[in-house]
Structure formats: C-alpha cells, structure tokens
C-alpha cells in the first residue's frame, strides 16, 4: 500500500525542489506546480509542473505544499484552482511553509470542511532537501500521520511528530529562535575574539573541536525534568561558574571596547535561567517618547522594581525633573549599561558617605543580578582606600544591608566599630 501512494509538491523553491528531487530519487515520482512554468528544468527526475494545485491534488495521494508565506498558502488550499478543489477522503496536505499559528489552525479548519488530512510539517535543514537530508516536524492527528508517513520517509532523514495540529510549527519557530539567537551570541563572541587579536575562525576550531555534534548548546534543556523544571540543585551548582564567566566577557568587552547587549542581557538574567527564584518577568519598556514614564522605567531599573512608585505622583517638580532628566536622558542613554552607571553612582555615593544611598544603589545590584554579594563586598573594600577609611564604613554599612534585605538574613552582627562610624 505504502508503494502505491501518489506524492505531489507545491512550490518549487529550495526546500519544495529538493523536497521533489528527493523523491524522485527515492522512487516515487510526484506531480509538481509551481508559477514558473521551467521551475523543473534544473530538478533532477522531476517532471513539468502541472497547470495548477487543484491538478497536482487530483492525481496526489500526499501533497506537500512548500510555499513563501500565508496568502501564498491560502491561494494554494483555497483559491480558484486550489488543491482543496479536488478534496476526497484519503487526500493528506502538509504544510512545509514557515506561517504563524492562527493561519495554521486556520488551513487545518478548511481541510477539515473538506475531509482532507492536514499536517503542518516544519522543516530543517532547508538547504539538505535535496539529499534527503532534512527532519520533518509534524503536528497532527496520529492517523493523518500513519497515512502519509511512507511518503514523508521517502524524502525526510527524520520524522519527528510533535502532537497535535500546531505543534510542528511551534517547534519550528522555537528551533528558529535557537538559530538566530546562537547566530547573535556568535556575532558577540566574534567580536570580542577579534578585538582581542584572535581570528575568529580559531573561535570555530576550538568550538568545533570541543564540541562537535553541539551538545552543550541543549544542556540545560536536557538538564531540566519532563516539566522543564531545573533541579535547584543544579542551579546552584551553575550560577556561580556562569556568573564568573559571564562577569570575565563583560570586562574583557569593556577593556576592548566592544557592545555586547545580548552578553548583558544574560548577565542580567542568570538567576532566571536557571530558575533560581527569579520572580515574575519583567514588564516591557516603554517608549522612549514617553519621557516620564520611560524615567520612571529606567528608575525601576537602576534601583529595583517598585522603587519609581514613591515619586509617580508626587507632583514635586524636583522629583519629576529626577524622572525626566536624570533617569529618561541620563540613566537612559546608550553608551553606557545600567551597570557601568551604578558602579559609577556606588563610588559616588561612598565618597559622600550616605549609607542609606549606598543600600539603595547595591539593593538595585542584587535585584538585577548585575553584581554578587561577594562582588559588592570586595568594591567596599576598594573604595575604602579612594574616599578613606571612615566614609567606608558608610559604604559597608548600606551595602551590607541591602545584602541582608536581599537575602533574608538577620542584620549582621560585622559592622564596623561604633567610634568608626561616628568619625
């Protein structure tokens, strides 16, 4: 039965191409469209396209439909000479384009009016199709599945069914994020290698030596439960190697001069990686144009969440300046992280001896994940020996309790001598 079912593609492009020649190389010969009448001259054993989909369906027990974009498919499914024009029960569609959820859920619908099986069928590599290199992934029923597995098999490496209608694509446009989200921290990491004397193509060898079928790029997903919870054990095994490493890029970065935003970003966001008590995600930034309310975002962001409600309202005219100018234009520019302009604020405010805006700053350190409490303790100390010894014990004092307010501890009994402070 498996031999007898009839394979049709739509589209001929890179993956719909490779998609035919790797059929055909496999045996089965399909019928083909696409709107160049010559797409097949240079496919190997693929035939003429046909006049239109509703063709390629009406002699097709299994259509791949390998299209661009949204109206590209609801033309191919549904227009004048759509393939769903020659819908009968055993006829299975599978959607190869990459298209958002809603028009998914939206194609199966139509060929569920019409009896039709319906698969959305994620693909990748696109540029193995012709080798019958590429894994497909599936969301469907099991059955419309089984029915179309023979032919999916003659032209896919792997075939991978994710669940129901909308999984594959999901999957698909989660493995995208991974993608161009490693291709950013390539770009990063590039960056610094050159800056610091070092070709980039020994980055590469190094990598690919190290690592090379890219296990460590899905190690904490596969360190995570079926739930994708992260042990808390493991968690804290990692944090601080992270934040080490982590720490040691940003320096190396801002010795060489280099912007790393996405290096930055993780930086900030270590704890919530590995699901150390991170508490909720944060809101999204508004608006520059808005300057008050970006003031009081940046406020947020500089001295911890929540922290901007004290002067939202206030109406004093000193306060709504400290929004819109210090926090909106100052604390807001780029050039500088928040975190360069609080290490710049902390020595600031050592050298003025104010503990309890010493606490504040260091409180907004923690919150953010910009600095340890180890780190926050060894710049008391490095300070002391700029602003001198007794402004210090400021510092020390407003640092350690913005550590005992973050981490739930009793006020510490190490606090420099009384006599210290009062000098």
Not at 5 to 34: E, K, N
Request: overall charge negative.
């Amino acid at each position: 039965m498996s031999d007898t079912l009839r394979a049709g593609v739509i589209g001929l492009g890179m993956i719909g191409g490779g998609v035919a020649v790797s059929l055909a190389r496999s045996g089965r010969v399909p019928a083909v469209y696409d709107l160049r009448p010559d797409a097949a001259a240079d496919l190997a054993g693929v035939p003429d396209p046909l006049g239109s989909p509703v063709e390629v369906a009406r002699i097709s027990d299994v259509v791949m439909v390998a299209v661009v974009n949204a109206d590209q498919a609801r033309e191919v499914f549904d227009g004048k000479d759509g393939l769903l024009r020659a819908a009968r029960p055993g006829l299975t569609v599978a959607l190869l384009a990459t298209v958002a959820l809603p028009v998914v859920h939206e194609l199966a619908a139509l060929c569920a009016e019409r009896g039709v099986g319906f698969l959305d069928c994620g693909v990748t590599p696109g540029d193995q199709a012709a080798e019958n290199g590429m894994v497909a992934i599936l969301g469907g029923e099991q059955s419309t599945v089984d029915a179309a597995l023979p032919v999916l098999e003659d032209w896919a490496k792997r075939v991978v069914h994710c669940g129901p209608t909308g999984a594959g694509m999901a999957t698909k446009i989660a493995r995208n994020v991974v993608t161009y989200g490693s291709w950013r921290t390539v770009t990063e990491a590039a960056a610094l290698a050159r800056a610091a004397g070092v070709d980039p193509a020994r980055l590469a060898e190094v990598i690919d030596a190290a690592d090379p079928e890219g296990r460590t790029l899905l190690q904490l997903l596969r360190m995570q439960d079926a739930d994708g919870v992260l042990p808390e054990a493991v968690g804290r095994q990692v944090e601080p190697l992270m934040t080490k490493d982590l720490d040691a890029a940003r320096d190396l970065a801002v010795a060489l001069g280099v912007r790393i935003p996405l290096v930055e970003t993780v930086r900030t966001q270590v704890r919530r990686t590995l699901q150390l008590d991170a508490g909720p995600e944060p809101s999204p930034a508004p608006s520059k144009d808005d300057v008050h309310a970006y003031g009081l975002h940046m406020m947020d962001q500089a001295y911890g969440p929540g922290f901007s409600a004290a002067v939202q309202d206030s109406g004093d005219p000193f306060s709504a300046e400290t929004v819109d100018y210090l926090f909106a234009q100052v604390w807001g520019r780029e050039g500088l992280s928040v975190r360069d302009r609080r290490l710049l604020t902390l020595g600031v405010a050592a050298t003025v001896g104010r503990p309890e805006l010493v606490q504040i700053i260091a409180n907004g350190a923690l919150v953010n994940g910009e600095l340890t409490t180890e780190q926050l303790r060894e710049a008391v100390l490095h300070l002391a020996v700029y602003t001198g010894w007794c402004k210090a014990t400021a510092t020390h004092t407003g640092v350690t309790a913005a550590i005992d307010a973050h981490t739930g501890a009793q006020p510490s009994s190490s606090r420099p001598p009384t006599t210290a402070q009062e000098q």
